[in-house]
DNA sequence: CCATCATGTAACATATGAAGTTACATGATA
DNA sequence: TATCATGTAACTTCATATGTTACATGATGG
C-alpha cells in the first residue's frame, strides 16, 4: 500500500519555497515539514540529486528551486523523494525460485506495472505550480473566513 | 507502496488447504508459510471473518476452505488479509486542517481511489483455483525437470 | 469423565526500518 | 577569521510487524 508522509512533508516545502524569493533554510524548512533541520537537508538530498532543488552553503545560503513550478511534477518530487516500486509482493525470504511466487508473478506482474503506471501517470498531469495557486486559493479563502468570523462578533 | 508479504504468505497456506482433503492444523500450516502457528491463527483468523474458511477445534480439527477455490478470488483474500487502503498520503499529525493536505487531496483523492480500484480489480480477476492449477503446472514440470537431470547422470 | 488435540487470544519479546538527534567537517560570506 | 549554512556519519528513539510463551476454551476418542 501507498502510505507516504514524506511526498506529503516534502510538498510543504516545496510550498513554502515557492514566492520566497530568497534561499530557504532547512531550519526554517524544517519549521514547515514539522521536522528537524537534519531530516530536511537528507530528504531534499534526493531532490537535488534529480536536479529539481539546489543548495548553497554559508550566509544568505540556503535551498531553491532550480525550475519553474510549473515545469515540476509530482511524479518527478514522488521519484526523487525515493519511492522504489509502488508495488510489491514476496516473501520475506524472497525465494525466486518458489513456485509459489512465480505463478502469483505470472497472474500479476503485469498487474503491478499497469497500476504503478497509473499512479506515476496521474501524479504527473500535477505540476507544483498548479498545487501552489490552489493551496493559495484555499489560503486567502480561509483568512476570508477569519475575518468574517471577526466581524461577524464586532 | 504495496508490499505485501502476508497476501504471499497467505496464498502458500491456501494452496497447501486445496487438495488436503482434510482439515490442515496451524502446525502443518506454519510450516507451509515459514513461520509458527499463533501467526497462522491470526492471519487466518481475517480470512474466517470473511468466510472463507472455517477453523475446527479438537481432534481431526485444524483449517478448511468453506468454498470452492474458483469462487475465491485474490481481492477476496487480499481483503480478508487486511488491507485497509491501498493508497494514502497523509502528515503523521494527519491534520485534516491542513491547506496543504486538503490540495493535494483535492488534486489527487480520485487518483487513489482510481489506482486502487484497477487493483483490486485486476486482484478480483484471478480466482485462487487458477492460481493452484498454475502451481501444479509448474510443480510438475519442475520435478520433470529434476528426474531429467537425473537420467542425465545415468 | 478425562486425557489429548487443536484453536483463541492475551501478553510479552524481538526485529526491522523510519524518523529524530548529536556531533563535527566543509564551504561560503561578511 | 568569525559566523552561518549545508553534508554526513553515528547514534538514539519510535512505531510497527512478527515471533514467542502461556494459558483458556472447546472438541474428540477412549
Not at 136 to 147: F, G, M
Request: with cysteine.
Amino acid at each position: 500500500m501507498i502510505r507516504d508522509s514524506r511526498l506529503s512533508s516534502v510538498l510543504h516545502g516545496l510550498l513554502h519555497m515557492i514566492g520566497a524569493g530568497e534561499p530557504v533554510t532547512s531550519e526554517q524548512l524544517a519549521q514547515a515539514m514539522a521536522t528537524n533541520p537534519v531530516v530536511v537537508r537528507r530528504v531534499m538530498a534526493g531532490l537535488r540529486e534529480q536536479g529539481l532543488v539546489h543548495s548553497e552553503k554559508g550566509h544568505g545560503g540556503g535551498w531553491t528551486l532550480t525550475r519553474d513550478p510549473a515545469d515540476i511534477n509530482l511524479a518527478d518530487i514522488y521519484r526523487a523523494v525515493g519511492a522504489p516500486t509502488i508495488v510489491a509482493m514476496g516473501h520475506r525470504s524472497e525465494n525466486p525460485g518458489c513456485l509459489v511466487e512465480q505463478a502469483v508473478n505470472d497472474a500479476l506482474g503485469d498487474t503491478f506495472r499497469e497500476v504503478e503506471a497509473l499512479f506515476l501517470k496521474r501524479l504527473g498531469a500535477v505540476t507544483l505550480d498548479a498545487l501552489a495557486k490552489d493551496f493559495k486559493r484555499r489560503l486567502a479563502k480561509h483568512k476570508q473566513s477569519l475575518e468574517d468570523q471577526i466581524h461577524a462578533v464586532k
